[in-house]
């Protein structure tokens, strides 16, 4: 069985993602993070509406973000992002941030998110079966 499932999408930074001086600032790298989260979730069938369906939130309860290098407007970037898989209720992501011209690694961190019901926001201790099916469809081929 899988363990992991990674996608990878490219973007170029914007110019409101930048400051005076043409660096992106740092609180855009977990922006990026969660476009990684946003496209994977595209990929594999795992977007925030196919949770929010089936009576489920996922909020972010802890995330890192290491930075390695600057990133400049104008640059391009390659964003990855991979799924963890793990017997507990819980998402683990991990992220990396390229940029794409000298495939150099700029930024890299992860991400923690839990299972929630919506309509009570309480926390779900178990793996709500959604999410069971889900690892079934892609983690068991």
Known sequence: MKQTLSHTFETEVKFSEADPLGIVWHGHFIRYFEDGR????QEYGLRYLDFY???IVVPIIKINCEYKRILRYGHRIRVETIYH??????LLFDY???DAAKNELVACGNSLQVFMQRDTMELMLTIP???IDWKKK????
Do not use: C, Y
């Open 38 to 41: 946003e496209t994977f979730g």
């Open 53 to 55: 369906r089936s009576n």
């Open 85 to 90: 898989d793990t017997p507990a209720a819980k």
């Open 96 to 98: 990396k941030v390229f």
């Open 129 to 131: 079966q959604f999410m």
């Open 138 to 141: 892609w983690l068991q081929k």
